[in-house]
């Protein structure tokens, strides 16, 4: 190989690695900025769009009973295995509300919510992320991202990649009871980051 083509392909390479480690700077800051972790310590003030066209805000989405949030598409595997975790775990529909919101068209979250007969669940809501609104409040790059708050709309955990409804479960049960998760199953306090399983870009 030519010393040229050489140094090209190697200089080519570096720049991509540069690039991606740049871009993982990127995300790091803000998903975890503290002025990012200290504005959703309380359930932050945001604008979304329900499956009807009707506009909502975030303080509407559960007024008397803990939210779980969850940021997510419909080509997502992981997404999609969380959803089924949810949609199976009844103890947890009973306990909160669940709101699944994305920024995808309303026509596709519309076949998701039939192919996965989200409708059957009164306790769970789609809605569709107005201007992503609600990414950029939250800092998020990738999906699914879980966010549980109480009734009083406090911030107990916060969950990166795909979390089960046990998980989410044990969560809000550990506020109800006032005592901490046990370390060995790898939650985090409020305003931390739980990695739970894999994880995908949002577009």
Same mark, same amino acid.
């Given at each position: 190989?030519?010393?040229?083509? /050489?140094?090209?392909?190697?200089?080519?390479?570096?720049?991509?690695?540069?690039?991606?480690?740049?871009?993982?700077?990127?995300?790091?800051?803000?998903?975890?900025?503290?002025?990012?972790?200290?504005?959703?310590?309380?359930?932050?003030?945001?604008?979304?769009?329900?499956?009807?066209?009707?506009?909502?805000?975030?303080?509407?989405?559960?007024?008397?009973?803990?939210?779980?949030?969850?940021? /997510?598409?419909?080509?997502?595997?992981? *997404?999609?295995?969380?959803?089924?975790?949810?949609?199976?775990?009844?103890?947890?529909?009973?306990?909160?509300?669940?709101?699944?919101?994305?920024?995808?068209?309303?026509?596709?979250?519309?076949?998701?919510?039939?192919?996965?007969?989200?409708?059957?669940?009164?306790?769970?809501?789609?809605?569709?992320?107005?201007?992503?609104?609600?990414?950029?409040?939250?800092?998020?790059?990738?999906?699914?991202?879980? /966010?549980?708050? @109480?009734?009083?709309?406090?911030?107990?955990?916060? /969950?990166?990649?795909?979390?089960?409804?046990?998980?989410?479960?044990?969560?809000?049960?550990? @506020?109800?009871?006032?005592?901490?998760?046990?370390?060995?199953?790898?939650? *985090?306090?409020?305003? @931390?980051?739980?990695?739970?399983?894999?994880? *995908?870009?949002?577009?």
């Amino acid at each position: 190989m030519p010393i040229s083509r /050489f140094l090209a392909v190697g200089i080519t390479a570096l720049t991509l690695a540069a690039l991606v480690l740049l871009g993982l700077r990127i995300y790091q800051d803000a998903s975890t900025h503290p002025a990012i972790q200290q504005d959703i310590q309380t359930l932050p003030l945001f604008d979304v769009t329900t499956l009807e066209g009707h506009p909502a805000q975030s303080t509407t989405l559960s007024t008397e009973q803990p939210l779980a949030l969850v940021y /997510f598409t419909t080509t997502c595997p992981f *997404c999609q295995a969380e959803v089924r975790s949810l949609t199976a775990h009844a103890e947890l529909l009973d306990t909160a509300r669940v709101a699944l919101i994305s920024p995808e068209p309303v026509s596709i979250l519309e076949q998701f919510v039939q192919e996965y007969e989200l409708d059957r669940h009164g306790s769970i809501q789609v809605l569709q992320d107005t201007d992503d609104a609600v990414a950029q409040t939250f800092g998020l790059f990738t999906v699914p991202h879980t /966010f549980i708050y @109480d009734a009083n709309h406090r911030l107990l955990r916060s /969950f990166q990649g795909e979390t089960s409804a046990a998980t989410i479960y044990r969560a809000l049960l550990s @506020d109800t009871n006032s005592q901490p998760l046990s370390s060995s199953t790898g939650d *985090c306090l409020a305003a @931390d980051s739980t990695i739970e399983h894999g994880d *995908c870009t949002i577009r």
